[in-house]
T-cell receptor
Framework: RKEVEQDPGPFNVPEGATVAFNCTYS??????FFWYRQDCRKEPKLLMS???SGNEDGRFTAQLNRASQYISLLIRDSKLSDSATYLC???????????FGAGTRLAVHP | NAGVTQTPKFQVLKTGQSMTLQCAQD?????MYWYRQDPGMGLRLIYY???????DKGEVPNGYNVSRLNKREFSLRLESAAPSQTSVYFC????????????????FGEGSWLTVV
């Protein structure tokens, strides 16, 4: 089993829709979690950190469920500019060792 | 406002050739990393350098060598390229010595597309 697993998608949604991605993780990648965004042929960029209590940044909400070992990202009121691949990232016990999921692709259409 | 700069952006190599990917950061970060990204695999850590003068293997180090030339620069060398090394390579850096979870963001370069034929 991969340490961090994501549904590859693509998720095709209309503008204004609410979409949610889940990511599951194994114990080895369980220290801290992040969501990164990666545009086509670009580098990953940090979208938000994921805290146990959940956190919100504008239209984006991240939740961590340690009991079920999954992380979620909710995007409300989707924009065309949200079209990208969203990478779920955990940290292993090693030094700053980020464990990346393969990514979930989101396509928002008019 | 360069951040992390990688060169070259694109390269085609023949099997057995060698090459070096260059990376430099201007954020005075202590830690630097090399990742590769393959379809369906996610980014995987090749090597990292916690601080100037130190380097350590990551998840997939075979076939690669690295040099932390100074605090700014961290190069990745392929001594004898193989088709399995066809990938997108990302250099990255982070500020803190040891703790991304405390909020030290990791910053990526724009990537280097390498094809080995």
């Amino acid at each position: 089993r991969k340490e961090v697993e994501q549904d590859p998608g693509p998720f095709n949604v209309p503008e204004g829709a609410t979409v949610a991605f889940n990511c599951t993780y194994s114990n080895s990648a369980s220290q801290s979690f992040f969501w990164y965004r990666q545009d086509c042929r670009k580098e990953p960029k940090l979208l938000m950190s994921v805290y146990s209590s959940g956190n919100e940044d504008g239209r984006f909400t991240a939740q961590l469920n340690r009991a079920s070992q999954y992380i979620s990202l909710l995007i409300r009121d989707s924009k065309l500019s949200d079209s990208a691949t969203y990478l779920c990232v955990g940290i292993s016990g090693g030094y700053n060792k980020l464990i990346f999921g393969a990514g979930t692709r989101l396509a928002v259409h008019p | 406002n360069a951040g992390v700069t990688q060169t070259p952006k694109f390269q085609v190599l023949k099997t057995g050739q060698s090459m070096t990917l260059q990376c430099a950061q201007d954020m005075n970060h202590n830690s630097m990393y090399w990742y590769r990204q393959d379809p369906g695999m996610g980014l995987r850590l090749i090597y990292y350098s916690a601080s100037e003068g130190t380097t350590d293997k990551g998840e997939v180090p075979n076939g690669y060598n690295v040099s932390r030339l100074n605090k700014r620069e961290f190069s990745l060398r392929l001594e004898s390229a193989a088709p399995s090394q066809t990938s997108v390579y990302f250099c990255a850096s982070s500020e803190g010595v040891g703790d991304i979870s405390s909020g030290n963001t990791i910053y990526f370069g724009e990537g280097s597309w390498l094809t080995v034929v």
